[in-house]
């Protein structure tokens, strides 16, 4: 489902059932019960990563692993201290 409405001619893509919503919500930030600051910062977080994506600021070049992304991509038998990646982000 999609919907358009802030004058930006900008389409947004919306889940339209709630239960998708809720396993992406607790995919990404654990429960959805829990509204801690800690919370709302990592969905602040996570909003400005996908606004990088979505804006190109990674196109062409590598990103810098997080610290959990860096211990489960090291591969130091094929990629021995590797610690960035081109995620394959297109330009926008």
């Not at 489902?1 to 930030?29: I, K, M, T």
């Amino acid at each position: 489902l999609s919907r358009r409405g802030d004058g930006s001619r900008a389409e947004l893509v919306v889940w339209y059932h709630r239960q998708f919503w809720e396993a992406a919500e607790s995919y990404l930030f654990g429960s959805p019960d829990t509204e801690s600051c800690l919370l709302r910062e990592q969905r602040h977080k996570v909003h400005l990563e996908l606004a990088d994506y979505f804006r190109g600021v990674w196109a062409g070049k590598p990103k810098k692993y997080t610290e959990k992304l860096l211990v489960c991509v090291q591969r130091d038998k094929f990629f021995p201290g590797e610690s960035e990646g081109d995620r394959m982000v297109t330009a926008q």
